[in-house]
C-alpha cells in the first residue's frame, strides 16, 4: 500500500504554503481550535485507508483524560498521514526520539508555515504543544514504557516499590511540552511510585489538562495550592510556615477521613521554560482568585543524584523527583502532620530516583556515552 499516491482531501492537510486564510485547517468560531474529522483516502482507487486508532497511545502516556485531545489526535493523524504521503514509513530516532528524514522536513515545514501564520498567542501554544505532544506519542508507541518512559527493553517499573501517599497530598506534575516522554524526566516517577490518584500529569498547553488541573485546584481553593520554584528575590513561604487548611491542621480528625488537600505543583521543565510557564500560572490564578499563586521554597541542601547525568545550573535547582522528596521530608517535620507516614512516601521516591539513575547510566554505558551529556 505504501508507494501509492495518496492524499489528504478538502484542503485538510497543512499547507505547505500559506496563501491565504481560507486554506488553514482550522477554523476558529468561538475563541477555539475548531477541527475537522480527518479521513486518508486514494483518489484513485477511492479506497479508505486505515487509520490507526491512537486512544490507546494516549490513555497510556497522556494519562488523562481518558480521551484523546482532539488537536493531538488530529496532529497525530497529519504526521501519520506522510507515511502514504512520501511512500515510506515515518522513522523517529536521536537521543529524544524525533522524526528524522524526510518526513521531518516536511513536517517542519508545514507547521511552522501554519505556526507563523497563527495570530493569537493563546492558539499558538495550544499548537505548538500539541505538535511536540502528538510527534512524541507517534515516535515512543510500542516502544517505550508507559510508565517508567525508558525503552521496554529497559523498563525499570519491577524495580519499584510502590507505596500510598497519604492522599492529604496531592502532586502536579505542570510538565513543558519538551519534556514530555523524556526517558531522563524524573517527575514521571511520582506515578510509578504513588500511583495517578496521587500524581497527577498536566502538560503545559494542553488544554484538556489544564482545565482538569483548574478544576481541581479551584475546588480546593487557593490556600491549598502551591508551586515550587527557587525564585530569585522573592520571598517564598518555607515549608515550616505553610498555613494549612483548619480541617488539615486539626490534628483530630482521622487521616483517612479528611477530605480537603494540599495541592503542590512541580514545575518540570528547563529554568527558562520553567518561567514562562509560572507566569502562565500566575495569569490563571489571577483571574481566577484575583490573586497570586503562593511559592513555596524548599530547604534544598543537596545536588539530585540526576545532576551528572542533567545538569542544573544551581544548589537550589534540582531535578523534580528529588525536589518532591525533600519537600516529604519538610512536611513529615510539621507536628500537625505526625502520623501521615510522609518519611516513608521520601523514602520509596529517593529510593526509586536511585534506580532510574542506575538504568540511565547502564544505558549510557552500553551505547558509549559518557555522563554529563544529554
Ligand atoms: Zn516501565
Redesign the pocket.
Known amino acids: 500500500m505504501l508507494g501509492r499516491r495518496w492524499s489528504v482531501p478538502c484542503g485538510l492537510s497543512l499547507p505547505t504554503t500559506v496563501a491565504g486564510r481560507s486554506n488553514l485547517p482550522y477554523r476558529r468560531t468561538t475563541g477555539k481550535l475548531r477541527l475537522k474529522a480527518m479521513v486518508v483516502h486514494n483518489p484513485i482507487a477511492g479506497e479508505a485507508a486505515p487509520v490507526e486508532d491512537f486512544s490507546g497511545a494516549w490513555h497510556d502516556f497522556g494519562r488523562s483524560p481518558p480521551d484523546i485531545p482532539p488537536l493531538v489526535k488530529r496532529l497525530i493523524l497529519e504526521v501519520k498521514s506522510l507515511e502514504v504521503e512520501l511512500g515510506e514509513k515515518l522513522v523517529f530516532g536521536g537521543p529524544r526520539g524525533s522524526l528524522q528524514g524526510r518526513a521531518k522536513a516536511a513536517e517542519d515545514h508545514r507547521h511552522r508555515a501554519f505556526y507563523g501564520y497563527m495570530p493569537d498567542r493563546e492558539e499558538k501554544l495550544q499548537f505548538y504543544s500539541a505538535r511536540q505532544v502528538a510527534c512524541r506519542v507517534l515516535g515512543c508507541k510500542g516502544y517505550l ?1 508507559k ?2 518512559w ?1 525503552p521496554l527493553t529497559d ?3 519491577a524495580k519499584v516499590e510502590r507505596v500510598s501517599l497519604w492522599s492529604g497530598v496531592q502532586l502536579w506534575l505542570y510538565m513543558h511540552p519538551k519534556d514530555f516522554l523524556r526517558k531522563n524526566n524524573s517527575g514521571k516517577l511520582l506515578w510509578q511510585v504513588f500511583g495517578g490518584e496521587s500524581a497527577h500529569l498536566c502538560v503545559c498547553g494542553i488544554e484538556e489538562q489544564e482545565e482538569a488541573m483548574w478544576d481541581a485546584l479551584k475546588q480546593a481553593g487557593q490556600g491549598s495550592v502551591w508551586y515550587l520554584y527557587p525564585e530569585q528575590g522573592v520571598s517564598n513561604t518555607q515549608v515550616n510556615e505553610l498555613v494549612l487548611p483548619k480541617e488539615l491542621a486539626h490534628t483530630g480528625v482521622p487521616r483517612d477521613k479528611c477530605k480537603t488537600s494540599l495541592n503542590f505543583i512541580l514545575i518540570d521543565g528547563t529554568w527558562s521554560n520553567s518561567k514562562m510557564m509560572v507566569n502562565r500560572l500566575q495569569s490563571r490564578a489571577r483571574g481566577t482568585w484575583q490573586d497570586c499563586m503562593q511559592s513555596l521554597s524548599l530547604s534544598v541542601d543537596k545536588h539530585s543524584v540526576l545532576h551528572n547525568l542533567r545538569p542544573q545550573p544551581s544548589l537550589d535547582r534540582t531535578c523534580t523527583a528529588a525536589a518532591v522528596v525533600q519537600l516529604l521530608r519538610e512536611l513529615d517535620l510539621r507536628e500537625d502532620l505526625v502520623g501521615c507516614q510522609l518519611e516513608k512516601a521520601a523514602d520509596a521516591l529517593d529510593e526509586a530516583l536511585q534506580r532510574l539513575l542506575e538504568v540511565l547510566t547502564t544505558r549510557r554505558e552500553r551505547k558509549g556515552r559518557g555522563l554529563g551529556k544529554h
Do not use: F, G, V
Open positions: 514504557c510508565d517508567c525508558l523498563c525499570m517499573c
